[in-house]
């Protein structure tokens, strides 16, 4: 990514679980942060991952029914396809 280039919504969702395991390069990092200053939006999305992050942690998969899982994939496909 160039260091001028600013990002999209779109680009930020797809850049959040690198940004979470602090992966992202410094400038990605940085042009990611810039960003969420600006962005409610993308603010709420990264805190709501966050706290998601938190409770699978404590989730064990096996704790999952299949079904809610099954639901749960499909949701964020549909939501990652925009409906």
């Known amino acids: ?9 779109a680009e930020l969702v797809e850049l959040v679980t690198d940004y979470l395991e602090e992966v992202l390069s410094p400038g990605d990092s940085s042009r990611f942060e810039q960003h969420l200053v600006d962005c409610e939006d993308c603010t709420a999305y990264l805190e709501q991952m966050g706290q998601t992050i938190l409770a699978l942690g404590r989730l064990p998969v096996a704790a999952v ?7 749960l994939l499909s ?9």
Do not use: I
């Open 75 to 83: 949701r964020f496909r549909d939501w990652r396809t925009g409906y």
């Open 65 to 71: 029914p299949p079904a809610a899982m099954a639901e």
């Open 1 to 9: 990514m160039p260091k001028h280039h600013e990002l999209t919504c």
